[in-house]
C-alpha cells in the first residue's frame, strides 16, 4: 500500500474509533523492514546503553517496545509497557521518571511466547 493510502486507512481507523486526526497531515512515511525483531550482535548492550542513556536524559521522550528497549517480546508485553507508561502519568499529567524505572525492571523479565 502506497505511504499516502496507508495514513488514509490510519486517519479512518482512527475516526471510526472515536479518535479522529484533527490537525492537518502533511506527510506520511513508512520504513519498511526486513523483520521487526531485534538483531543481537555480541557487545550490543554498550551500544544501547549509551542510546537509553541519551533518551533518559530527554525528559519529554520515552521509548517503549521491540526497538525502544531493544526487548525481544511479544505484542501483550508491548502493550503491557504503553499501560504502563500512561500510569506513570500523575493527576496533572506529569511523568514519574523513578516509577518508570521501576516498570523497566518489570519488562526485564518478560520472556517471550511462541
Known sequence: MPDAQLGQLVQE???R??????APVLQVVTRRLPQAY?????????HFDAIDAWVNSR???LTLGRQ???AHDNTH???AMAYAA????DE???FDPARWQGYRQVFATHVVED
Open 38 to 46: 531485534p538483531i543481537y550482535e555480541q557487545g550490543y548492550e554498550a
Open 77 to 79: 508485553h508491548t502493550l
Open 86 to 89: 500512561v500510569d506513570c502519568l
Open 92 to 94: 496533572r499529567g506529569q
Open 68 to 70: 525502544g528497549l531493544f
Open 59 to 61: 525528559p519529554a521522550v
Open 17 to 22: 474509533l472515536g479518535l479522529p486526526v484533527t
Open 13 to 15: 481507523t482512527l475516526a
